[in-house]
């Protein structure tokens, strides 16, 4: 595999797969919504590249397993929102510095709020997920027979499902900047409810994926991560 060189010194020079060019990882590359973390997470490694002079190939897959596209180095860096957890931890890929970090929670309609408040009282009902995602391990934990667990490949089917009535909560996180504040995701379509920390006392934070072969990518990410505030 050939490898271009970038930057202006020796220090700097970032090493990608093809010239030029970073090969981002997404599940998705059209979001226009505010509220979609895809959009924040595109936008901020738009800047990155813009800095950098690099062009960006974006490379839309479906979240599970994302993160072993960087080991495999089908992508330079893996963008799906990714959280650092052990056992995403793969030969050839290393894990950025956080951006972000997010605490479990279910999303249901406004009208339902008296009706749920926690996992339990959805026995009978189904929630939501998206495959391979935290919240799809955090849903099948916690949640007690009796509850209807939906499992897809992405958020707008979920959506495109509880639009129709077909899935009484969406399990989606609520998101937050590294210093606390937390990042408007939703509008007053959807209320949420449960909220929690996956692993109790411990922050879920959420990592870019950059493979090894990507030689000062990772350093000059985490430098970009140190001084520019998620989201833009």
Not at 12 to 40: C, F, H, M
Not at 145 to 156: E, N, S
Request: include cysteine; proline fraction near 4%.
């Amino acid at each position: 595999m050939s490898l271009a060189i970038v930057g202006c010194t020796a220090e700097q020079e970032i090493k990608t797969i093809r010239p030029g060019v970073i090969t981002v990882a997404v599940t998705s590359n059209t979001s226009t919504s505010r509220y979609d973390p895809q959009l924040w997470i595109r936008k901020y490694v738009e800047q990155f590249a813009r800095e950098r002079e690099l062009q960006i190939s974006w490379v839309v897959v479906p979240f599970n397993e994302s993160w072993l596209l960087a080991s495999r180095d089908e992508v330079d860096l893996v963008a799906t929102n990714v959280a650092n957890f052990a056992d995403r931890v793969h030969l050839g890929a290393s894990f950025s510095a956080p951006f972000l970090f997010e605490r479990r929670a279910l999303r249901i309609n406004p009208e339902d709020e008296e009706s749920y408040q926690h996992i339990d009282d959805f026995i009978g009902k189904t929630v939501g997920v998206v495959s391979g995602m935290a919240a799809e391990r955090d849903v099948k934990r916690r949640a007690p027979d009796g509850v209807i667990v939906r499992t897809t490949d992405t958020f707008a089917q979920l959506y495109a499902e509880f639009d129709l009535g077909q899935l009484d909560a969406v399990a989606e996180a609520e998101y937050y900047a590294l210093d606390g504040q937390v990042i408007p995701s939703h509008g007053d379509e959807v209320v949420l409810i449960d909220h929690h920390d996956l692993t109790p006392g411990a922050r879920e934070e959420s990592v870019f994926v950059i493979s090894d072969n990507s030689e000062n990518l990772l350093s000059a990410v985490n430098e970009f991560i140190g001084r520019s505030k998620f989201p833009l």
